[in-house]
Structures are given as C-alpha cells and as structure tokens.
C-alpha cells in the first residue's frame, strides 16, 4: 500500500469493536464500510443472543472517550463500587474494588451500548451495511461476499483490507484459516451459563443494592447479578457441564427451582419468572480461543473475541476489545504500510490479550471458591486498612 492509497477500511461486524473501531477511523476521515450479518438494531431493536450486561471498566472507557462516546455510554451506566459477596446463611458483606468512587466499575447494556456506538460511527461519517453476513473471501483477487439472511441473496465487494470484528465465531477467521495457519486452538470450560431476571421491586425501584456487582459464591459453581438502569438485575448462573449440580443434572425449570432453594435462597424471591427464565434463555457454553497469528498481511486483520474470545469472569473482554480498537487505530493512522501496521498491532495487543485471558481464568476460581473465603476475606480487609 503506497501513501497516494486511499485510507479505505472493510470492517466485518458491527458489534461493539466493530462500531468503535469504525468511530475511530471516520472521525479522522477515513472511508469505513462495516458490514453487519444483523438486521439494524436502531429500527427493529436489539436481538443480541446474549450477556444482557457488561462490566465497563476504565481501560474501556478511554477508548469510549477517544471516540465521543462515553457521555452518551455513561448516561445509562450504573455504578459498580465493588462486590456484594452473599453468603448460604443468607448475609452479605461489600468488598470495595477501591478506597473511594474513583475506584468503579460500570454496568452497561449491551444493547443500548451497541445503539449508541452505532449511531456514532454513522455521525461520524461510516457507512453502515445490514444484513450482509460474510460468507466467503476470496484473498487472492480481494473479493468478499455477503449473504442476505432475508432473500438469500449474495453481494460481492472488492476490498483494500478486512477487519474482523465478527465476534467469536469469526466467518473472517475461518476464511483467513483456508489461506494461512493462524495457530488456532479452542479450550472448552466445562461450564456454561444462563441469564435469569429479577425485576424491579413494587415500588419500582432496584429490589436489592443496585451499586454493587452481587456474587453467591458456592465453590465448584456461583450466582452473580449485576444492575441495569432500568431498575433490574441481569443474573448469570455458573454451572460445571458435568456433575452434580450441572447443567446436565438441573435441566428444567423445577430443578432450578430446587437448587435455588437449597443454595441461592435469598436470591430465589427476587426472580419470580426463575422457571420461566431457565427454561426459554438459551445455555451459552465459555471459552478460550487462542490464535498465534491476527493477521494476513495487509489483506485482512482480526480483533476483539474473534481474535481472542476468554471467559467472562475478568468482565474484559469486550475492554479488551475497545483497547484493540484504539490500538489499531493508532497504527493505521500513523503508518500508510498496512502489513506492517498490523504486525506491529499485533505484536503489541497478543500478548495482553494473552494475560488478559489467563487473569480471565484465574477469577473464576477465586469468584466462586474464595470471595466468601474467611483467610481471603481478612486478607481483603487488612488490604482495606
Ligand atoms: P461481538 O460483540 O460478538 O460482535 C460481533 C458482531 O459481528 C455482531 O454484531 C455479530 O452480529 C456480527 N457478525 C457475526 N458474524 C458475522 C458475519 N459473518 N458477517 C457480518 N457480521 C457478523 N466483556 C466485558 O468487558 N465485561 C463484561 O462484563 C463481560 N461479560 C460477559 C458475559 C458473558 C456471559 C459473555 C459471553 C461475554 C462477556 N463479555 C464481557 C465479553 C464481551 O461480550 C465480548 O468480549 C465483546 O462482545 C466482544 O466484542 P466484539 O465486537 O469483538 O464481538
């Protein structure tokens, strides 16, 4: 790529990396076409499959900030100061993520997050493309082409460069797989998950404390909820695939109802839809994708989970995602040679993302055997002094 190039960009995805990255490069003029396999969430409302929440944390909010977005983001976020840790006897202690308020977290809809990045990157000049699902790349001749999930038609596109922001089950990385080997490897949890509701309380308000991220740990697997601004909580249960309890021994909605009764008791009257909720939500199963290798050449590039999709419980994943986006946006501004661009992006977001995946890890363990711990507690509390 020379400097008389065109500063075009294919972005595949216009989820939450795909939009921002798309923010980014408008904003400093750049021609971005994001293609979105989705329908516009902006005119038939959001169906994102799933984790309703997120926990934004400040790494995240830098990039928001870098792309005018956090005022807009914010409004809607709610405050997280630390985590509510409910113990089997039903009590509960605060254990501050900080000294002070300068010290949060931030829970934010996905949804709503996506509109609102969205609706950026268009202001900003993007030019967004819905219901275009990559299905095939052709490297050689720079050819991409899009499915119409409505009529089944296909669009073809001739590309400078692919961005890959699809997400986990990236159609980009499985087509960058038939061209070269980017080292890829899958590890399976063994745990999955499922999202309940409870509602607001009859007076409307959050029917239990709404700054805190709310954890019931219980050893091999765990609760937590966190807030949403309309005055509910997004509760995710964590169970083993395998084992008793598991998703393969608490299968119906009766069976939740009995494991919340023997183990989530103070939790079981604020979820009055828990069978209801068990039953319709889908069980979305954790892992971590490992790749040596994000890009080829100057042709095509991958970032956020379709690069390094981890488990959810360093809540980083999708900050993890925005730093890559300000990453790479920094790189392409400041060097016309695109190869070299995405080496370098690489070579400074892999092995962060590599740590960020291996914390991502570890937490679980110490979210769901050790935050009720007594050592671990008293530890927390002289670090408090
Ligand atoms: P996605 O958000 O998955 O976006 C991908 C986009 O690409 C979507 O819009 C999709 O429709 C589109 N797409 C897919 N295939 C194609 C195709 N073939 N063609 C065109 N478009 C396509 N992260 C946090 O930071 N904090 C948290 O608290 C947190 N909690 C989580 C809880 C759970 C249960 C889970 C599963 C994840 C959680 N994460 C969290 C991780 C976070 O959701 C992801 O890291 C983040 O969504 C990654 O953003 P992305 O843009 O890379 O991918």
Redesign the pocket.
């Known amino acids: 790529m020379n400097n008389a190039a065109p500063k075009h960009l294919t972005i ?7 939009a921002l990255l798309a923010t980014l490069l408008a904003r400093r003029g750049w021609q971005v076409d994001v ?4 329908g516009d969430p902006r005119q038939q409302g959001y169906q994102g499959g ?2 309703i ?5 400040e790494r ?1 909010r830098h990039a928001l900030r870098l792309a005018g977005a956090d005022d807009a983001v914010m409004a809607q976020a709610v405050m997280m100061r630390g985590r509510m840790v409910h113990f089997l006897d039903g009590r509960t202690d605060l254990q501050r993520y900080g000294r002070d308020d300068s010290e949060v977290i931030w829970s934010v809809h ?1 949804g709503e997050l ?1 509109l609102i990045l969205l609706q950026i990157a268009e202001d900003a000049g993007a030019q967004l493309h819905f219901h ?4 095939s790349v052709d490297f050689e001749r720079r050819l991409a082409v ?1 499915h119409d999930d409505r009529d089944g038609s296909s669009h073809e596109i001739v590309f400078d460069s692919l961005v890959g ?7 980009l990385r499985g087509a960058m797989k038939q061209a070269a080997d980017l080292g890829e490897r899958t590890e399976f949890l063994g745990h999955s ?1 499922k999202e309940l509701e409870i509602p607001p309380a009859a007076d409307g308000g959050f029917s239990i404390e709404p700054n805190a991220l709310h954890i019931w740990p219980r050893g091999r697997y765990m609760c937590i909820a ?1 807030p949403n601004d309309e005055r509910t909580f997004t509760v ?1 249960l964590f169970l083993p695939n395998e084992g008793e309890p598991s998703f393969a021994s608490v299968r119906s909605g009766a069976d939740a109802r009995a494991l919340f009764e023997r183990d989530f008791a103070d939790a079981l009257p604020l979820i009055p839809q828990l069978e209801e909720d068990f039953e319709r939500n889908p069980t ?1 199963l ?1 892992a971590t994708l490992y790749l040596d290798r994000w890009h080829l050449d100057d042709r095509a590039v991958l ?4 690069a390094h ?2 488990v ?1 419980f360093h ?7 925005f730093e890559d986006c300000v990453a790479l946006a920094e790189r392409l501004l400041a060097d016309d040679d695109r190869a070299r661009a995405f080496a370098e992006f690489q070579a400074r977001r892999l092995p962060s993302a590599r740590a960020i995946q291996a914390m991502a890890l570890e937490n679980y363990l110490e979210m769901r055997d050790r935050v009720d711990d007594d050592d671990y507690l008293l530890q927390r509390a002289l670090e408090r002094e």
């Open positions: 595949i995805g216009a989820g939450l990396a795909g293609y979105e396999k989705r799933r984790s929440n997120l926990a934004l944390a995240g996905r996506n275009r699902g990559l299905h899009f922001a699809d997400g986990a089950g990236s159609a998950y966190l995710t979305g954790l970032l956020g989970d379709a999709a981890m959810p809540g980083q994943g999708m900050n993890c995602a």
